[in-house]
């Protein structure tokens, strides 16, 4: 899936990831922040979702009991959702120029169904390319917490959401068992290991604007973006 040539090829393509309670919504309105005050006016996403038929995928994949779906299933949904979310919103932004940040991309699905669900990282690699033919991130930036920091963090924010009404009960994945989260957690920092040119691991567990200097200097560093 190609980016594209010519002078307007010169978009960038960032993911945040981590597990449960990771801070990413917060950390990536940080970095649209500081990416604007650069002049950088980028495109803000989520997976699963980003594009209208993906959100539609959301809430099968979010919502529900635990073991609504096999593993397997789950995968294939993931990847659906990421194919109209590829085609329809990324793709086009960075033909355009333009810089992306979402919320979650492939990594997560490699971490979440090929850690966490046992079904390897292997066959999440061919689901991958023969899915989106190797198109991947230009920056990994992977928000390590221990798990039950993370989870503790989640219920909170996810307590509040009910309260407000605000996409209360998208909380699937959090009401997964601990084993499934520390495979997540384990499978999150292998990946980061297999893939160290494209994903960098920031420390979490820290105030959110000590993490956002680690995230901007990231930035700055990998693409020479300065204030």
């Known amino acids: 899936m190609s980016r594209g040539t010519g002078p307007k090829a010169q978009g960038k393509f960032i993911s945040l990831e981590g597990g449960e309670g990771a801070g990413k919504t917060t950390q990536i309105k940080l970095l649209a922040d500081a990416l604007e005050r650069a002049g950088i006016d980028p495109v803000i996403t ?10 539609m995928i959301r809430g099968l994949l979010v919502e529900g009991d635990v073991d609504r779906w096999q593993p397997m299933t789950e995968a294939l949904l993931h990847f659906a959702a990421r194919l109209e979310h590829v085609k329809e919103t990324i793709a086009p ?8 940040v979402s919320d979650r991309f492939s ?45 503790a963090r989640a219920g909170k924010r996810e307590a509040v959401k009910r309260e407000a009404g605000d996409n209360a009960g998208e909380d699937r994945y959090e009401r997964m068992d ?18 160290s040119e494209r994903c960098l691991i920031v420390d979490a567990d820290q105030a959110p604007d000590d993490v956002h200097k680690l995230i901007w200097e990231i930035v700055q560093n990998r693409f020479g973006v300065d204030l």
């Open 46 to 55: 989520r997976e699963p979702g980003g594009a209208p038929g993906a959100e």
């Open 93 to 100: 932004a960075l033909a355009e120029g333009r810089w992306v």
């Open 107 to 151: 990594d997560s699905t490699v971490a979440y169904q090929g850690y966490g669900h046992d079904l390897g990282q292997e066959t999440m690699a061919r689901l991958h390319e023969l899915v989106l033919a190797g198109f991947q991130t230009d920056l990994t930036i992977i928000l390590d917490l221990p798990v039950d920091a993370g989870l």
């Open 178 to 195: 601990l084993d499934f989260h520390r495979r997540l957690r384990d499978g999150f920092l292998d990946i980061a290991r297999r893939n």
